[in-house]
C-alpha cells in the first residue's frame, strides 16, 4: 500500500510567489494546501492547476491576523492527518517614512507577519512534532536583513520573525524538524511591478535582474527536502548579490 503524501500548507499561496512555491512542493511529491485570505478563487485555480498536472492540491481561506478563525481552519485540516512542511509566506507591506507612519500601518503590517506568523505555526508544532519529521520554512525580506527606507514596520516584522525562527529551530532540533527563514531581495511579481524601475534594479542588484518566483521555490523546496535535514535555524538570503 502507498503512504500518504506528506502534506505542505502555504500560507499566501494564491500571490505569485506562493503559487510557485505551491507548484514546487507539488512537484516534489507532496500534497499541498494552497492558502488565501480575500482571494480564494485564485487559490483554487491554483489548486486546480497543481490536480491537472498530476499533483495533489486543495485550497483554504482564513485570516491569519484572526486567531479564532485560524485556529478553527487549522483543526479542520488537522483532521485528515499532521502538516508536516509549513511556509509561512503569507504578508503585506504598507511603506511609510517612519515620522508620518500611522499607527494602523504599524500594527497592520506587525499582525500579518508577525501575529499570522504565531497564529498558523504555534497549533501545527505539536502534531508535527509526534510525526518526528517536520519543515518550518518563513519567507522574510532583504530589509530584515539590510533595513530599507520607508519599511521600519516591514523591516521590524520581517527581522522579528528571523529572531523567532533561530529560537524555534532549538527548541524542535530534536524531533526531526527543521526551522529556517527565506529572505528575498527584488523578485518579480505582481506585488513589485512598477515598484522597480530597471535603472534602480540595475543600481542595487549586482546581478541587474529581478529574481524570478521560481528561484525561490526551488530553494524551499530544497528546505523541504530530505536533503536539507541539517540546516535548521538558519536565514538564507536569495538576492542576486545585494548584501
Known amino acids: 500500500m502507498t503512504p500518504p503524501l506528506k502534506r505542505a500548507l502555504v500560507t499566501g499561496g494564491s500571490g505569485g510567489l506562493g503559487s510557485a512555491i505551491s507548484r514546487r512542493l507539488a512537484a516534489d511529491g507532496f500534497a499541498v494546501i494552497v492558502h488565501a485570505n480575500s482571494h480564494l478563487a485564485t487559490a483554487q485555480a491554483v489548486a486546480a492547476d497543481i490536480v491537472a498536472q498530476g499533483g495533489q492540491a486543495q485550497a483554504v481561506a482564513f485570516d491569519v491576523t484572526d486567531a479564532a478563525a485560524t485556529a478553527q481552519a487549522l483543526q479542520t485540516l488537522l483532521e485528515d492527518g499532521p502538516i508536516q512542511v509549513l511556509v509561512n509566506n503569507a504578508g503585506i507591506h504598507d511603506d511609510a517614512v517612519f515620522p508620518g507612519m500611522q499607527l494602523a500601518q504599524w500594527q497592520r503590517v506587525?499582525?500579518?507577519?508577525?501575529?499570522?506568523?504565531?497564529?498558523?505555526?504555534?497549533?501545527?508544532?505539536?502534531?508535527?512534532?509526534?510525526?518526528?519529521?517536520?519543515?518550518?520554512?518563513?519567507?522574510?525580506?532583504?530589509?530584515?536583513?539590510?533595513?530599507?527606507?520607508?519599511?521600519?514596520?516591514?523591516?521590524?516584522?520581517?527581522?522579528?520573525?528571523?529572531?523567532?525562527?533561530?529560537?524555534?529551530?532549538?527548541?524542535?532540533?530534536?524531533?526531526?524538524?527543521?526551522?529556517?527563514?527565506?529572505?528575498?531581495?527584488?523578485?518579480?511579481?505582481?506585488?513589485?511591478?512598477?515598484?522597480?524601475?530597471?535603472?534602480?534594479?540595475?543600481?542595487?542588484?549586482?546581478?541587474?535582474?529581478?529574481?524570478?518566483?521560481?528561484?525561490?521555490?526551488?530553494?524551499?523546496?530544497?528546505l523541504a527536502s530530505e536533503r536539507a535535514a541539517y540546516i535548521s535555524g538558519q536565514v538564507i538570503s536569495i538576492n542576486g548579490g545585494m548584501i
Open 110 to 222: 506587525l499582525d500579518v507577519s508577525l501575529n499570522g506568523f504565531f497564529h498558523v505555526t504555534q497549533p501545527l508544532t505539536m502534531p508535527m512534532i509526534r510525526t518526528r519529521w517536520g519543515r518550518i520554512i518563513t519567507i522574510t525580506s532583504v530589509a530584515a536583513v539590510a533595513g530599507n527606507r520607508g519599511q521600519v514596520n516591514y523591516s521590524a516584522a520581517k527581522g522579528a520573525l528571523h529572531a523567532a525562527t533561530k529560537s524555534l529551530a532549538l527548541e524542535v532540533a530534536s524531533r526531526g524538524i527543521t526551522v529556517n527563514a527565506v529572505a528575498p531581495g527584488i523578485i518579480d511579481t505582481a506585488m513589485t511591478q512598477g515598484a522597480f524601475s530597471k535603472d534602480v534594479i540595475d543600481r542595487m542588484v549586482p546581478m541587474k535582474r529581478a529574481g524570478k518566483a521560481e528561484e525561490v521555490a526551488d530553494l524551499v523546496g530544497f
